[in-house]
């Protein structure tokens, strides 16, 4: 009689002379990716069998057949989980290549021997598949502090474990708290700015792991601790006292993300200024006042604002003649400024030369008005505060200027100056 591949399993179950399964079966290698060649290695045949089927499931069903095969002739007769990359092996053992993940499950060896006895073996087979890249997407991403959630999904086609990344580290406990059961949403109320950066999740299983590009986040804040310094220094205070005619930079700085709009305001009054700095050049008492600088983030709709008091130093105090510019050249105009000027002035006169009357330039009355005196050239200026201007010097216009000044308590001071004109080359 032959034995087919079916009807010799019909006489085994008719005889009832199945006995206790004594074999394994072990995949080879043990850890399979899809892709791969696995042989299902049997252990503990009696190498009496006349023949092999193999079941790709969990039960003896014939729906779960892979193939049947006579020992004797080598015949293999595909069943119905016959997939096309199935071979049964002389030895018993079943090859399969070019793994596919729906290949994973039980796998059933049952063998018939030439007493007509048969033994059941049982194995299991998990094929792991090439994870893809995952993806990860936002809610926003750019968040304000305090204010807003940030909400992060990995998406992938795979059920595999998800693993997060901040900043190409593994993510921080405090960030793990806001993590889904799953693992794949990330949910953060009221986000901080340490909370800003490159976020990246990962899919892995043992044989493959895929990580997503990363996904940058930018948590907008402030302005906060606005401070103005004083010519980019440290060190600043509530007032900034500057010698008469030198330059001071004014630096407004703040915490702030993105960095903040400014702008400037001086006693009140707002400067054309946006930038982070204010140059205030040649120091006068015009100069003196409050300078305030006011710093708004676009973003956060915030604001934060610093003042500081400027006011010309001690020294200047004591009056002084500066010439402007400090060597005049033959055509050219010159201010000689006076540094330190009575605030009760009553009334001052220029002379060129000693202070006599056929020497006075001009003078200047309470009223504001100056008047020319017998020396006066039509080319000479007067300032509300005390500075000569003369215009278009010849080489006759160097030498001694003296200036008397008058306060309302009747105080006189005479200050002299010795200017020189160099010639036009």
């Not at 006011?311 to 200047?316: F, P």
Request: glycine share 8%.
């Amino acid at each position: 009689m032959v034995l087919t591949g079916c009807s010799w399993l019909v006489l085994g179950a008719a005889f009832l002379l199945a006995v206790a399964a004594e074999i394994s079966i072990t995949p080879e290698p043990a850890q399979l990716a899809e892709g791969d060649n696995v042989t299902l290695l049997v252990r503990g045949l009696s190498g009496e069998e006349l023949a092999y089927s193999w079941y790709a499931g969990p039960t003896l069903s014939l729906s779960y057949l892979v193939a049947s095969y006579i020992v004797s002739t080598g015949d293999e007769t595909p069943g119905p989980a016959h997939t096309g990359r199935e071979a049964v092996r002389p030895d018993g053992g079943l090859d399969i290549q070019g793994l596919l993940p729906g290949h994973s499950g039980t796998y059933i060896l049952q063998t018939l021997n030439r007493q007509l006895q048969t033994e059941v073996g049982y194995g299991h087979m998990q094929v792991y598949e090439i994870l893809a890249q995952p993806t990860v997407t936002a809610n926003s991403t750019e968040l304000v502090e305090r204010r807003d959630t940030l909400r992060l999904l990995c998406s992938s086609p795979s059920l595999a474990e998800v693993r997060w990344f901040f900043n190409g580290d593994a993510l921080p406990v405090a960030l793990r708290l806001g993590l889904s059961p799953d693992g794949r949403t990330l949910t953060r109320r009221g986000v901080r700015r340490e909370e800003a950066g490159a976020y990246q999740c990962e899919v892995r299983n043992p044989v493959s792991a895929s990580r997503s590009e990363p996904l940058n986040l930018t948590v907008y804040f402030g302005p906060e601790r606005v401070a103005i310094l004083q010519d980019s220094t440290t060190r600043t205070g509530c007032t900034i006292k500057v010698d008469f005619n030198a330059s001071l930079t004014l630096w407004c700085v703040s915490r702030s993300c993105p960095e903040p709009e400014y702008v400037w305001a001086f006693n009140g009054r707002a400067l054309e200024n946006g930038r982070d700095h204010l140059n205030i050049s040649g120091m006068a008492a015009a100069q003196e006042g409050t300078y305030t600088c006011i710093a708004k983030n676009p973003k956060t709709l915030l604001s934060g604002s610093a003042s500081v008091v400027v006011k010309l130093s001690a020294a200047a105090v004591s009056m002084m003649i500066v010439p402007v510019p400090a060597k005049p050249v033959e055509g050219q105009d010159v201010t000689l400024t006076v540094q330190g000027y009575p605030r009760d002035l009553l009334v001052y006169a220029w002379y060129r030369g000693p202070a006599s009357e056929p020497n006075r330039l001009l003078s200047q009355l309470p009223s504001g008005n100056w008047i020319a005196g017998p020396a006066h050239t039509g080319r000479e200026v007067g300032f509300a505060n005390c500075s000569l201007l003369v215009q278009k010097l010849n080489l006759t216009d160097a030498g001694r200027y003296m200036l008397k000044t008058v306060t309302l308590q009747g105080k006189t001071d005479t200050l002299e100056l010795e200017l020189q004109v160099a010639p036009l080359e």
